[in-house]
């Protein structure tokens, strides 16, 4: 099955992978309490000690990473390693305030590539085949993963990245690629635009797409695969932790092996911290052991998602994650951008004009995200000429543009339209019915 199908790691018993993990986990303690000044705080506040940390039982004992850790240790101060030694940085797309970044050593790197190459060999891509990247280039860890991942495996990478969808199909065919890499929703709209060029699956070499970042349900993953006539895998990571590859799917289709050599994954009750049983949904936490330049412990994801270590029929028992049911916060990934609504809130806020009354309307036409910002204007505008509140529309959707980097529809309303409520306000209306 290639290189990257390591039986070694990726079947190996449950004591040989908790020997690995051990001696791994330990190490990463150590460092992260002797170079990183909130680890040290936060396990001497526990009175934790890297002594007391004798195998991954002991996890339990160790303190949670948030989000607004990283933030509040902007740009390098979660870094266990000098910031010369840092090989790349990779930040989160859309959050609130500062990005997330993320720093990788070479040997980082390297193992992240690793990742990603297990993920498409499961997806059956080998050494001699073509492959497409159109997820996104730059901070975003989509393009550079798949990339560096498809370059380990050893196959020809095409680093097309996204947009211009009529291209992208030029050069899937006159390149003959095997494999596209790139969000499902992009998959959905390449397809679709093959068959508004009144081609087919067969008149692509396609065999088969990788595709994350963003949630996706099995009906979409059948659509893809009837409309660009390949198979259709999924891959899932996220930045402050990898990036793509921290799972993939196999042949089953049902579930996302975890690179637990890389790994440690728990699920636990998201308002008390409790670990919960394998097969209990609750908040995915990983613990990084083997990067070198960020390693996290405990980091917590906020995706929904349960474990299970029933036997996989490809033969890796790796534990299998559920694919995210949802967040616990109040993210919304629209065409694989990460928005929160309060990023929203902000821009209407700092434009003066609008009430701080709105609501983010999102949906799925076509297989496409689309994001209506209703915002209700205050009485003073609503007496304003047409053309004045046409422009004013047109200022908000650049104003969102520019900070959410996707394009959104604004409409405006009239004042007092947008319900009032007693408790926390409803933002979002999301009509994707991502989870059925
Ligand atoms: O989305 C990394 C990635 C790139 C994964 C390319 C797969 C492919 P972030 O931008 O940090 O990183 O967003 C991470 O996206 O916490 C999930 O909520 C969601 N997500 C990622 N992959 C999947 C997936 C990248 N396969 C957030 N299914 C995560 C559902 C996913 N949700």
Redesign the pocket.
């Known amino acids: 099955m290639g290189k990257y199908f390591n039986p070694a790691i990726e079947c190996a018993d449950r004591e040989t992978m908790v020997a690995i993990q051990n001696e791994k986990f330990i190490q990463m303690v150590a460092s992260c309490y002797n170079n990183i000044p909130l680890y040290k705080e936060r396990m001497d506040e526990l009175g934790v000690k890297p002594e007391d940390i004798k195998s991954i039982e002991d996890l339990h004992k160790l303190p949670f990473t948030y989000k607004q850790d990283l933030r509040d240790n902007y740009p390098y101060g979660m870094l266990a390693v000098p910031r010369t030694q840092v090989s790349r940085i990779q930040a ?2 859309g959050t609130t305030g500062k990005a997330t970044v993320v720093g990788y050593t070479q040997k980082d790197v390297d193992s992240w590539a690793e990742c990603v190459a297990r993920a498409l060999t499961a997806a059956g891509a080998t050494s001699d085949d073509v492959i497409h990247v159109s ?1 996104g280039y730059g901070l ?3 393009g550079m ?2 990339h560096y991942g498809a370059e380990k495996l050893g196959a020809t990478v095409i680093p097309v990245s996204s947009g211009n969808t009529k291209r992208q199909i030029d050069i899937l065919r006159d390149l003959q690629s095997d494999y596209l890499c790139c ?1 499902p929703s992009y998959a959905m709209y390449i397809g679709e635009t093959l068959h508004e060029m009144g081609l087919t699956g067969d008149d692509i070499k396609l065999r088969g797409g990788v595709f ?5 349900t099995p009906q979409m993953r059948r659509e893809i695969e009837r409309l660009l006539g390949i198979k259709a895998q ?7 932790v990898l ?2 590859g921290v799972a993939f799917d196999c042949c089953e289709q049902n579930g ?1 092996h975890i690179n637990e050599d890389h790994f440690i994954a728990e699920i636990i009750d998201p308002d008390t911290g409790e670990v919960l049983p394998e097969g209990t949904p609750g908040e995915l936490v990983f613990t990084c052991i083997q990067k070198e330049a960020m390693p996290l412990i405990r980091y917590r ?3 929904i998602a349960t474990l299970t270590r029933e036997k996989c029929s490809c033969g890796r028992t790796l534990v299998k994650m559920t ?2 049911a949802g ?1 616990t916060d109040d ?1 919304l ?1 629209v065409r ?1 951008v ?1 928005v929160f609504p309060s990023q929203i809130e902000k821009v209407l806020l700092d434009l003066k004009m609008t009430s701080p009354n709105y609501l983010i309307v999102v949906d799925r036409v076509n297989n496409m995200d689309k994001m209506e910002v209703q915002v209700e204007i205050n009485q003073q505008m609503f007496s304003d000429t047409v053309r004045n509140l046409e422009q004013f529309e047109q200022e908000i959707k650049e104003a969102l543009r520019a900070t959410l980097n996707i394009s959104a529809k604004v409409r405006l309303v009239e004042p007092k339209t947008i319900a009032r409520s007693e408790g926390k306000a409803k933002r979002v209306i999301d009509n994707r019915k991502l989870h059925e």
């Not at 994350?212 to 996706?216: K, L, Y």
């Not at 999924?234 to 402050?240: A, K, N, Q, V």
């Open positions: 989160t797309s997820y975003f860890t989509g993963g798949l969000t994350g970042a963003e949630p996706w999924d891959i899932y990571g996220l930045c402050e990036g793509p996302l994801t906020r995706d694919k995210p967040r993210m990934i694989g990460n």
